[in-house]
């Protein structure tokens, strides 16, 4: 019924929901929710989930707060099929989203069509980093470009994980005016921020960036870095780099790979 059911659009959909209650196949799934075994309970809400059986909210949201992992992962992703149009309650979630949370609500995004949330700006302000870096995501999925100051303003944030959000968002959603903030931090952040900042620079760099990628191709250690440093300014300056390769073997030897991905 869930395969058939995915198959199909409109009042179909309805015929089937129908059909799945007058069968009283909405009780075997909430006996398998009620189970003790986890991989029963997870099979109940995958049922309730795929079948869209709303009534089911009441019986999944117990379910939230368990104190095993997997169970509230997969009550969670339920429970937010199920109240598809209600995402603005997030906003004021006070518990941490965890991230294969984030990542079953993107995939709902995906398969079911869900509207951004109308209050996706409050999202920035709470005071839950999790829902902050939710809702930079979404802005990203649904290319929305109105926070541009405050996505950029939270480059400077102490959590580096939403650091690293919000430089993927400027990359993506293309925030030119993000330039001189994600040089200025590039020094103090970690290696895997530092390679997004290079990611984001070959995108949205310019003369700014210039001198910075230079100073970075001769003085930067780290061999993976250098090469996204490397690739970068072959974007943004191809003479600039070609000199410098002129000037350093190793550079030359990065820029030979960027250009012909067969040398070694």
Known sequence: MIHFKKNLKGESNFIIVELYKKLN??????????????????????????????PAKKLIKPYLTHRDKIIRSNAY???????????????????????????????????KKIDMPKNIDEWLLSEN?????????????FNYAHQEEKIVE???????????????????????????????????????????????????????????????????TNKSLKMLAVNALSIIDKKAIEKLSLEDDDTLKMLNHINDIYIL
């Open 77 to 111: 992703a339920c429970y937010l099929s199920l109240v598809q149009g209600k995402l603005e309650r997030i906003a004021n979630i006070p518990t941490k989203i965890s991230l294969l949370n984030m990542i079953k609500l993107m995939e709902l995004l995906h398969i």
């Open 154 to 220: 939270l480059l400077n944030s102490e959590d580096s994980i939403l650091r690293y959000e919000a430089i993927l968002a400027c990359r993506k959603l293309y925030f030119k005016n993000a330039e001189t903030e994600l040089i200025s931090i590039y020094l103090h952040d970690d290696n895997n921020n530092k390679a997004e900042i290079l990611k984001g620079l070959k995108v949205i760099g310019g003369q700014k960036s210039l001198f910075f990628l230079e100073q970075l191709v001769l003085y930067e």
């Open 25 to 54: 196949l909405h009780v075997f799934s909430a006996r398998l929710v009620a189970n003790l075994r986890y991989s029963q309970k997870c099979e109940g809400f995958y049922q309730f989930q795929h079948i869209d059986y709303k």
């Open 129 to 141: 980093n999790s829902v902050i870096r939710l809702g930079i995501k979404m802005m990203v999925f």
